[in-house]
Structure formats: C-alpha cells, structure tokens
C-alpha cells in the first residue's frame, strides 16, 4: 500500500510569511502531483513534478520533488490570504494495466490578513 | 463551460435507503472515477473506468456500484445507505489510463449526508 504522509496537517500563519509543507513516503513514485482544494469544490492541479531532484516554480510557489522520488515540498512565499486552501500531494503509480493516484493526507492553511 | 460536473450537489438521505450520484465530463476523456473524501479531508480512490471498462475497484463494499453508459459518464449506485457512507464523492477525469502523468480533473462533489 502507497501512503502519503503530509505535515503539518494545519497551518495557520500571518500574510506575508514564507511556509513549507512536506510530503514523504517510503514509496518511490513515478511522478507527484500537487492539488489544491476550496471549499466546497474539487482538487485543482498546481503542479505534476516527475525527475527526481525537479524543482518547479510557479509564482510564489516553489516545488521540489526529493532526489529519490519519494517526498515532495512546496514552499510559499510571503503568503496571501488567497493561498488559503487544503493542499493535496498525490503520488502517481502504475496498478496493472491502470495509472492511479495515492493523495497524501492534506494540509489546512490559512493566511489571516 | 462545465468541464466535469456531478448531480446532485447535496444529498440528505435516510439509512438504507437507496442513491444515485451522476457524473458527467464534456473533456472527451477516457479515463473516469470516483473518489471518497472523509470528514478528515482525506482522498481516496474507489472506481476506475476506462471507455466503459472498469479498471480500478478498489476495497469498497459491494453496495457501491458505478456504471458507465458511455465514456462521457460514471454514475454511482449506493445500496442500504448506511451512517460511514457520509462523505463528499468526487468524480474526476483524466485523457489516459496510462503513459505519462495526467491531470485529474475533478468535479465540484457531491456531500452525501446519510441521518
């Protein structure tokens, strides 16, 4: 059984702080995604991140992928109330003839103003 | 422009009774499923299908019971609704079963509410 372990499982910070949330497994993954999910709606797609070491960067948000491709970080920085959300990693692996993806276990953040 | 959309939004039924969830993706994807979201928030994959070919079920009572009419669709059956099937079910699509990492593309949900 693949398992995602995300930490913190909340954050609450000051707009304008930087922060990182972790994703680690003992699996090894041929690639990992990060969602993020408001309320009351589906997991959106941030980033897909597939070479061990990979950084991405999309704006204020940065995504690593560890050198083993086994976890995962995304570091924001100088956080904006819009950045509140659940986030989601999700590792991708192959169960037969089918692609499927395991979701870690999210991270509550909330930026007060 | 819906991409993938789920009805109905919320369901508040009694115990045994019997649900349908549906869903829809106008992306012209091959690759649709359902997905279980608990209380804690936590994502977990229940069906797969594949151009109407089931392809992933994983360990879910046989009370759940999703059908494919077409690839454009997967509904979602529930049997003797029982209190633990609380949840909000995610239906989501991808354009592939295999090869490269794909987006998932997720519907709003549907928050079941069984009293």
């Known amino acids: 059984t693949q398992l995602l372990e995300q930490s913190p499982q909340f954050l609450s910070i000051q707009e304008g702080e930087n922060l990182t949330v972790y994703c680690n497994s003992s699996?090894?993954?041929?690639?990992l995604q990060w969602y993020r999910q408001e309320p009351g709606e589906g997991p959106v797609l941030l980033v897909t991140v597939v070479t061990g070491g990979e950084v991405k960067k999309l704006k204020r948000l940065t995504f690593q992928f560890g050198d083993a491709r086994k976890d995962s970080s995304l570091h924001i920085t100088a956080a904006q109330t819009g950045d509140t959300g659940l986030y989601l990693c999700?590792?991708?692996?192959?169960?037969?003839?089918?692609?499927?993806?395991?979701f870690g276990s999210g991270t509550q953040l909330t930026v007060l103003p | 422009d819906t991409a993938v959309s789920q009805t109905p939004k919320y369901l508040v039924t009694q115990m045994g009774n019997d649900k349908s969830i549906k869903c829809e993706q106008n992306?012209?994807?091959?690759?649709m499923y359902w997905y279980k979201q608990d209380s804690k928030k936590f994502l977990k994959i229940m069906f797969s299908y594949n151009n109407k070919e089931l392809i992933i079920n994983e360990t879910v009572p046989n009370r759940f019971s999703p059908k494919s009419p077409d690839k454009a669709h997967l509904n979602l059956h529930i049997n003797s609704l029982e209190l633990g099937d609380s949840a909000v079910y995610f239906c989501?699509?991808?354009?592939?079963?295999?090869?490269?990492?794909?987006?998932?593309?997720f519907g709003p949900g549907t928050r079941l509410t069984v009293l």
């Open positions: 992306l012209g994807h091959d690759t």
């Open positions: 999700a590792g991708a692996f192959s169960s037969g003839s089918a692609r499927q993806l395991t």
């Open positions: 699996s090894v993954f041929s690639s």
């Open positions: 989501a699509s991808t354009p592939s079963r295999t090869g490269g990492p794909d987006t998932q593309y």
